[in-house]
């Protein structure tokens, strides 16, 4: 069964520090991974994509993957009362034609 | 707000019952997906319709089914509805098939089955 793995939390971390989300998955086949945010009693909404190996930088966003050690993060720098939400780590499996998504993992950001 | 809309917002079904889910893609978008969230729980990928073609099928019974049609707006058909399938439905359009083109979710269907 492929899978995609992360902690549940919640994460604490005080406003404006870095928030560092983990994922690990199992399909070593996987080519695309995604990073989702979603607020309660909302639908995900993409925050980015990443397909190589090595970090990608959007604003306050850096994902990072490591393909030989099947791991992808998200880190979230400056973080904000607006950054709490669940954050949902997703992998595309099967040469792109299925997608999982982890379980997410819930972030609050402490004022 | 992403222009994908669905209807109904809510619907309670009791089980062993039928169920159609409707999803209007954003403007211009040739692919949907369809995913269900249980509480607590990440989407699960159900299927993925490209051009009115199904595109990829995730671990879901055959009694699951759906439709995409040439305006690109799609069903999501659910038969002998068990207790278990009380969830979020969620459906996700995007310009290409497969995920390489950003998906944007609707705002979902819950589905209560009694």
């Known amino acids: 069964q492929k899978e995609v793995e992360q902690n549940s939390g919640p994460l604490s971390v005080p406003e404006g520090a870095i928030a560092s989300l983990n994922c690990t998955y199992s399909d070593r086949g996987s080519q695309s991974f995604f990073w989702y945010r979603q607020y309660s009693g909302k639908s995900p909404e993409l925050i980015m994509f990443i397909y190589s190996n090595g970090d990608k930088e959007d604003g306050r966003f850096t994902a990072q993957l490591n393909k030989a050690s099947q791991y992808v993060s998200l880190l979230i720098r400056d973080s904000q009362p607006s950054d709490s939400a669940t954050y949902l780590c997703?992998?595309?499996?099967?040469?792109?034609?299925?997608?999982?998504f982890g379980k997410g993992t819930r972030l609050h950001i402490l004022p | 707000e992403t222009g994908v809309t669905q209807s109904p917002t809510h619907l309670i079904k009791t089980r062993g019952q039928q169920v159609t889910l409707r999803c209007s893609s954003q403007s211009g978008h040739n692919t949907v997906s369809w995913y269900q969230q249980a509480l607590g729980q990440g989407p699960q990928f159900i299927f993925q319709y490209y051009r009115e073609e199904e595109n990829g099928r995730g671990n879901f019974p055959p009694r699951f089914s759906g439709l995409q049609f040439p305006n690109y707006s799609s069903e999501l058909n659910v038969n002998a509805l068990e207790l278990d399938d009380s969830a979020l439905y969620l459906c996700?359009?995007?310009?290409?098939?497969?995920?390489?083109?950003?998906?944007?979710f609707g705002p979902g269907t819950r589905l209560t089955v009694l």
């Open positions: 997703a992998v595309t499996v099967n040469r792109d034609d299925k997608i999982i």
């Open positions: 996700a359009s995007s310009l290409g098939q497969g995920y390489t083109d950003t998906q944007y």
